[in-house]
């Protein structure tokens, strides 16, 4: 069985002259694969015809074609299709009271369609996509299973389900007004002051929507859900812009929510979704083409399966390498050449001060900086790019920098293409930019595409591509993983980690996703203090001494899983918990 997927928005047939056409190989009498019913008409793909020879996608000279050859057993189980030659979504995740159900996969397969289908806002057609999904139909697909009770439930009023939206950064477009004026109109549980006690908002309720910071934006989300009275509550990446301790703050809260309530959540942060989540569908296919969600697993098993990369029920691999992590603090080997040095430097903005202890940067080394939001993190990345000055001290070494700011502008009018040629000039045709950045980074799939029109993991990725396809001496970058999922934050340590290596370059990375500063880093930084009024810089040192003070600050203890070596959140107060925090070995065993 074939899948045709046509991106009509890339396809321009006057550009090319039908020419995907005239190279289709005659089927059946015939009649081409690729068809254009008029001049002005859309582009169809027969699948029906279709003998997956790929012929049409290297004529294709926009990317707008993807032929996938799936299992025909897949048909008995289309759940939803987009439209024609578009997009489809393979099986349902079960959802179970009284346990944290997640869903695992790479961004473009579904899972938000999964949970809009799930809250009762999405309908799915059954691959019937001429017409409007029908109730009726989904009853009767599912009747007598699971899923059946929980969609006439859904569908009768007898159940609520509410869905926390993943994208948090839209919220100032849509409402207006302080952050308790948001609450206390969403609020039909009354359980306003227990909710904003919880996630600790007490100090940012008189704030304005349109000043508010990635992570309170994020808490808002959280907290709106919370305060609707209903029986289903759905998660839609809820870590995003928070750091690791007000993320483990938010898996307590939904797991005791899933002791009476019916949960389930799609996050990347494998070390919060290990912690939180009782079992996990895992999600393979093609992104932008089709999603398969796979029989529930165990969170430990899910998640080394997504590891490894190949799901053994299944027998599908579902990438091509392995992740690995080490199990011992690691540090590469460098040239010892200083290549930028600072002193002891303060800054002080508004009520907010920050002192910077002296440190300094070899050539190929990586350093990670961790620490809980609203401790100077992002304004000592902005000091050594020169993007703000301190009050006292200087970067004594002042070398060439690239810098990925935490918060990506979309103001470019354009196409992708246009903005890293006029970004990048004849560094775009450099052969280890296209071969070690952009390429592993999937940019030329979206080459045709306007930037202003880019998905926040499609905006991050073009945003790490541009930054170190610089000439530099040091790249900062700031949050790198911000909405990238699982796959691609992995994929994007190793693209770092690259570019540094071979080109014998530098970087210090922002990030609150552990897994992502434990695969990328050779030394740690860590910011201490008191969120939003002080904060104070210690290292760069080792990996284990880092790790130390930073688990330390916040309470949580790692252990390594025995087949994979990745890091596992202990139960708090559990033996092995105490038994590492009297040892001092928080992270590293060694």
């Known amino acids: 069985m074939h899948i045709a997927i046509l991106d009509r928005e890339k396809c ?106 799930l809250a009762g806002i999405t309908v799915p057609n059954f691959g019937n996509y001429e017409k409007p999904g029908g109730k009726e139909e989904v009853l009767e697909r599912y009747a007598g299973t699971v899923m059946g009770t929980y969609f006439k439930n859904l569908y009768d009023g007898k159940k609520k389900a509410v869905l926390k939206n993943q994208y948090v950064d839209k919220i100032p477009m849509v409402v207006k007004g302080t952050i308790s004026e948001i609450l206390r109109n969403s609020d039909v549980s009354g359980k306003f002051d227990e909710v904003v006690s919880k996630l600790a908002m007490g100090s940012s309720l008189d704030k304005d929507v349109s000043v508010c910071s990635g992570g309170e934006l994020q808490k808002l989300a959280i907290a709106t859900t919370l305060l609707k009275d209903a029986d289903i509550y759905l998660f839609d990446e809820m870590s995003s812009y928070l750091d690791i301790n007000e993320r483990i703050r938010v898996a307590n809260i939904i797991q005791d929510l899933s002791k009476t309530r019916t949960v389930m959540i799609v996050e990347h942060d494998l070390a919060i979704l290990d912690w939180l989540a009782d079992s996990v569908h895992l999600v393979y296919g093609e992104s932008g083409a089709y999603g398969v969600i796979t029989e529930t697993r165990t969170s430990n098993r899910a998640i080394n399966s997504f590891l490894s ?25 460098t040239h010892n050449v200083v290549v930028s040095d600072w002193g002891s430097m303060e800054k002080t903005l508004d009520s907010f001060h920050l002192k910077i202890n002296g440190g300094s940067i070899e050539s190929t080394q990586i350093i990670g900086v961790l620490g809980k939001n609203a401790l100077g993190k992002t304004s000592f990345m902005k000091i050594l790019a020169g993007v703000m000055k301190p009050d006292s001290g200087e970067v004594e070494i002042s070398p060439k920098i690239a810098y990925k700011p935490q918060y990506i502008s979309t103001d470019f009018q354009g196409t992708v293409s246009e903005l890293l040629y006029s970004s990048l000039k004849e560094r775009v045709t450099d052969p280890f930019v296209n071969n070690e950045i952009l390429h592993p980074l999937d940019i030329p799939d979206m080459m045709e595409n306007e930037v202003e029109d880019l998905s926040g993991g499609e905006l991050q990725r073009l945003s790490i591509a541009l930054t170190l396809s610089r000439d530099a001496d040091i790249y900062l970058l700031d949050e790198p993983s911000a909405h990238l999922d699982s796959s691609y934050r992995m994929n994007a340590a190793k693209v770092i980690r690259r570019a540094m290596e071979n080109n014998r370059k530098s970087a210090i990375v922002v990030d609150h996703d552990v897994y992502f500063i434990d695969l990328i880093s050779d030394s740690l930084m860590v910011f201490t203090g008191e969120q939003g009024k002080s904060g104070e810089s210690f290292g760069p040192t080792d990996m284990k001494t880092g790790m130390n003070r930073f688990l330390k600050n916040i309470g949580i203890s790692f252990r390594r899983d025995k087949s994979t070596k990745r890091p596992r959140i202990n139960k708090p107060d559990s033996s092995l918990d105490r038994s590492q925090k009297e040892s001092g070995n928080y992270y590293y065993s060694e």
Do not use: W
């Open 12 to 117: 321009h047939p006057k550009k090319c002259n039908h020419e995907c056409q005239y190279y289709c190989p005659p089927v059946r009498s015939g009649t081409p694969t690729i068809d254009f019913p008029d001049p002005d008409g859309q582009p169809v793909i027969t699948e029906s015809l279709c003998i997956g020879c790929g012929i049409c996608i290297k004529r294709c000279p926009y990317g707008a074609i993807k032929i996938i050859t799936v299992p025909d057993e897949l048909n008995k189980d289309l759940v939803h299709q987009f439209g024609l030659d578009a997009f489809r979504i393979y099986s349902l995740p079960k959802l179970s009271e009284g346990k944290v159900t997640a869903v695992l996969g790479q961004n473009g397969m579904g899972k938000t369609t999964t949970m809009n289908i």
């Open 309 to 333: 990369g190949y799901l053994r029920e299944e027998n599908v691999r579902i990438r091509p390498y392995e992740i690995k992590f080490q199990d011992r603090s690691h540090k590469r080997t």
